[in-house]
């Protein structure tokens, strides 16, 4: 049986995973995660009670009860590489035996929930539109080092954004729960999420530095393959998706628009959308 050495599954002195902090019992099978530390204060407000607090680097971690369901709201930070840490050390709290460094036998699937905030892409998208992500298309290169399978439509759609923005790899794209969006989704915009590794010149923009594509903005605004356009920006979605996809569990994001970049409009109240997207997802989680 496979055994994981102390290098590969590096874990704390206490036994928990070693960024998270947590222990196998710390943790619902009802994930909502944040980029923002402060957005977990926003959401485990409503909890009936906390069971369970840990801090650790940006990974702030409330368990709790809300209306008799166990929740565990987790902050990740910004970016893709902090999501590929929180699923995997996640996935080991179900998936592995700690203790004896062995995947267990029965896995175990959970479901995550992104709330987040992003910048429309699209110009008949309004400011303070809440939109649920049926894919995510990531323009990082992390995924270089999976083994990720595609279908041949998903490639399709890829390989073109490829070519269309002069990149020197090829994107990925990863679609979100299907179970997830039926349960959560009621009254929100689907769309096609773009996920960037960075929030300047890979989102378009340019303050003081050169950018080395100044069309790309007006590109991806411009990208349609048979009827699929790209909807938002952020930083995590595609990841997101593409882990729970190859680690077997349930996920979904829903982003709260603030900005739309074709109009080069901000929202003047963000925590009015971003409450109204959370007290949704607490009572359909």
Excluded: C
């Amino acid at each position: 049986m496979l055994k994981y050495s102390d290098a590969d599954l590096v874990l704390n002195n206490d036994g928990s995973v070693y960024h998270l902090n947590l222990k196998p019992h710390n943790v619902s099978e009802n994930i909502i995660v944040v980029g923002d530390p402060g957005r977990v204060y926003r959401i485990s407000r409503h909890f009936d009670q906390i069971e369970f607090e840990m801090n650790k680097r940006e990974f702030i971690t409330h368990t709790g009860m809300y209306k008799g369901k166990l929740i565990t709201v987790m902050s990740t930070g910004m970016g893709v590489d902090n999501i590929e840490i929180a699923m995997i050390e996640l996935d080991a709290l179900f998936n592995i035996d700690l203790k004896k460094r062995v995947p267990k036998e029965e896995k175990k699937s959970f479901n995550v929930i992104r709330i987040g905030t992003s910048g429309a892409i699209q110009e008949d998208i309004k400011v303070g539109s809440e939109i649920i992500s049926d894919y995510g298309i990531g323009l990082d290169n992390l995924m270089l080092y999976y083994h990720f399978e595609q279908t041949a439509d998903e490639l399709a759609i890829v390989q073109k954004l490829q070519r269309e923005l002069d990149m020197p790899f090829t994107p990925y794209i990863a679609k979100g729960s299907d179970l997830l969006k039926a349960k959560i989704g009621e009254g929100f915009t689907p769309g096609n999420t773009l996920t960037s590794p960075g929030f300047y010149a890979p989102q378009g923009r340019e303050v003081r530095i050169p950018v080395r594509n100044p069309k790309l903005l007006d590109q991806i605004i411009r990208f349609n393959h048979e009827g699929f356009w790209l909807t938002n920006f952020e930083m995590e979605t595609s990841l997101l998706y593409a882990f729970a996809s190859m680690l077997g569990h349930e996920a979904i994001s829903v982003n709260a628009v603030l900005g739309n970049r074709a109009r080069g409009t901000f929202i003047k109240d963000p925590n009015k959308i971003i409450d109204s997207i959370i007290l949704k997802v607490l009572d359909r989680i």
